[in-house]
């Protein structure tokens, strides 16, 4: 299921909402989070869940849209 189709994404989620959340498997989900590319679940209730604004922050810096855009001040890679 897409993001954009989802009614309401809810502000912690499971394991398997948070993967789907990101358009990814269980598998994949649980991968980027080792490697430290995703953040950590907290322990909320009786299970772990992932803050649905931590995920967007990360997912914002792995698209590398939340930082400036070096190329633009390069004579060499600066678009004409």
Do not use: H, I
Request: proline share 6%; net charge positive.
């Amino acid at each position: 299921m897409a993001r954009s189709t989802a009614p309401d994404w809810p502000a912690m989620m499971l394991r398997a909402t948070a993967a789907r959340y990101c358009d990814m498997s269980a598998a994949e989900f649980e991968g980027e989070v080792v490697a430290g590319r995703l953040p950590l679940p907290v322990r909320l209730g009786n299970a772990e869940r992932w803050n649905r604004r931590a995920l967007d922050e990360a997912l914002e810096r792995l698209s590398g849209s939340a930082l400036p855009d070096w190329r633009s001040e390069s004579k060499l890679y600066a678009q004409r």
